[in-house]
């Protein structure tokens, strides 16, 4: 068990719907990472926050958003979705922001967009 | 474009064997090397990982070979078991600011009793 906690397990939606995904770090980690696993795209990062604040940004589409609360659990709101995104949803966490920290994975959400 | 390129696809060995996945990345800059292991229904985990000074590092029974003229690493899994059997991908990343972790697309590692 990583410690990174991530709600709910699975997501079953329309398309054209919006969802949003919940993700808790381990205790005393700052940075928070998105990243969407699929078959064909293999693993990539959407998003990072450190302490609140964006600081990285990669892959993400216009249609998907993401904040970090002063409690450090983050969110990532999907929205207008499509079949393509149907895909895992990873929140990873770390204890620093600059340079290299070591990132815990959580156990994922499974999105289904029907 | 993908910056990190990493084969084979997927992988089959019998028990005790050596299997080899590799990786080459094309962004001079990356100078930190993780590899991770992922099982079914779980998140990736942090295996192993590697800095440009040294062109080997061992923990346990894996390695990972590094060769940063050719930019490419390896990870080699010595006296491979069935618990092995697992997704493995290799990443890089730049050790400065703000840095994202690249990943390959996995190597799916059957390792067969």
């Known amino acids: 068990d990583s410690g990174v906690t991530q709600t709910p397990k699975h997501l079953i939606t329309a398309t054209g719907q919006r969802v949003t995904l919940r993700c808790s770090p381990r205790?005393?980690?700052?940075?928070v990472y998105w990243y969407q696993q699929s078959l064909d795209q293999g693993l990539q990062f959407l998003i990072q926050y450190y302490n609140g604040e964006e600081r990285a940004k990669g892959n993400i589409l216009e249609r998907f958003s993401a904040q970090q609360f002063p409690d450090l659990h983050s969110e990532l709101n999907l929205s207008s979705l499509e079949l393509g995104d149907s895909a895992l949803y990873f929140c990873?966490?770390?204890?620093?922001?600059?340079?290299?920290?070591?990132?815990?994975f959580g156990p994922g959400t499974r999105l289904t967009v029907t | 474009q993908q910056q990190v390129k990493q084969s084979p696809q997927s992988l089959i060995v019998q028990k005790g064997g050596i299997p080899i996945i590799n990786c080459a990345y094309e962004n001079t800059a990356f100078d930190y090397f993780p590899w991770y292991q992922q099982f079914p229904g779980k998140g990736p985990a942090l295996l192993i990982a590697?800095?440009?000074?040294?062109s080997e590092k061992k923990e346990g029974r894996f390695t990972i070979s590094f060769n940063k003229s050719a930019k490419q690493f390896s990870l080699h899994i010595m006296d491979s078991q069935p618990g092995d059997s697992a997704t493995y991908f290799c990443a890089a990343s730049i050790n400065s600011g703000y840095s994202t972790l690249t990943f390959g697309k996995g190597t799916m590692l059957l390792v067969s009793p």
């Open positions: 590697i800095r440009p000074d040294v």
């Open positions: 990873a966490s770390s204890v620093g922001g600059q340079g290299v920290y070591e990132q815990y």
């Open positions: 205790s005393g980690d700052l940075s």
